[in-house]
C-alpha cells in the first residue's frame, strides 16, 4: 500500500460526458501528479500541483482540468470525453515541489463507450 | 525534453533465471525510480536511486549518473515477478518523472 488513495478504481461512461478523479495524497505530502496510461501512449505526465498550485503540466488536453484543494487532495475533471480517453490514470504524491520519491496509487480506470 | 530507453522490449525466462534491464537517460537527472506494473495494473516502487547501488532481496539496482544509465538486476526470477517494469526519471528542472516505455518481463514456471 502506498499510501495513495485513488477513488473511483473503475469508471465506465459513454462518450460526451464528463468524470472526475478523486486522489488523496500519502500524509506529508504535498506535490500531486496525474498520469495517463493508455495502450498506444504509455505513461504520460499530465499536471502537478505543490500545495494548492499548479507546478509543471504536460500533455493535458483543453478538455481536462484539475486542482488541488487546501486539505491537499486532488481531482482531474475530463469533460466531453471521447472513445481515446479511455485509459488508466494514476495520482502520486511526493513531499517536495522538485525532488524526491513519487509514490503512486493504484489508479482509475476510465472506459468510454 | 529528457528521452528514457529501456531494453529490453520483451523479455521471456524460466523460472529461477536472473535477468538484467537497463535503463538509459539523455540529460543529468535528480531522480530515477524502477517500478514494477503487476498484471492488476498496480505500479509498485521497487527503487528511488538517482545513484549508487541498492539491494532489495533478490533485486538490485545501480544507476550510474555521470553515464546516464541505470541497470536493475532480477535475480532466481518467480512466476509472480512477471510484469512490467518501468525506469522513470526526474529532470533537475523538476520532480516530474518522465517514463520509459517499459521491459515486458514474462517467467514461466
Known amino acids: 500500500d502506498s499510501g495513495v488513495t485513488q477513488t473511483p478504481k473503475h469508471l465506465i461512461t459513454a462518450t460526451g460526458q464528463r468524470v472526475t478523479l478523486r486522489c488523496s495524497p500519502r500524509?506529508?505530502?504535498?506535490?500531486v501528479y496525474w498520469y495517463q496510461q493508455s495502450l498506444d501512449q504509455g505513461l504520460q505526465f499530465l499536471i502537478q500541483?505543490?500545495?494548492?498550485?499548479?507546478?509543471a503540466k504536460g500533455n493535458i488536453l483543453e478538455r481536462f482540468s484539475a486542482q488541488q484543494f487546501p486539505d491537499l487532495h486532488s481531482e482531474l475533471n475530463l469533460s466531453s470525453l471521447e472513445l481515446g480517453d479511455s485509459a488508466l490514470y494514476f495520482c502520486?504524491?511526493?513531499?517536495?515541489?522538485?525532488?524526491?520519491?513519487?509514490?503512486f496509487g493504484e489508479g482509475s480506470r476510465l472506459t468510454v463507450l | 525534453g529528457i528521452q528514457v530507453e529501456q531494453s529490453p522490449p520483451d523479455l521471456i525466462l524460466q523460472e529461477g533465471a536472473n535477468s538484467t534491464l537497463r535503463c538509459n537517460f539523455s540529460d543529468s537527472v535528480n531522480n530515477l525510480q524502477w517500478f514494477h506494473q503487476n498484471p492488476w495494473g498496480q505500479l509498485i516502487n521497487l527503487f528511488y536511486?538517482?545513484?549508487g547501488t541498492k539491494q532489495n532481496g533478490r533485486l538490485s539496482a545501480t544507476t550510474v549518473a555521470t553515464e546516464r544509465y541505470s541497470l536493475l538486476y532480477i535475480s532466481s526470477s518467480q512466476t509472480t515477478d512477471s510484469g512490467v517494469y518501468f525506469c522513470a526519471v526526474g529532470e533537475t528542472s523538476g520532480s516530474r518523472l518522465t517514463f520509459g516505455e517499459g521491459t515486458q518481463l514474462t517467467v514461466n514456471p
Open positions: 500524509s506529508g505530502d504535498l506535490s
Open positions: 536511486i538517482p545513484s
Open positions: 502520486a504524491s511526493s513531499v517536495g515541489q522538485k525532488t524526491g520519491e513519487l509514490f
Open positions: 500541483y505543490y500545495n494548492g498550485e499548479e507546478r
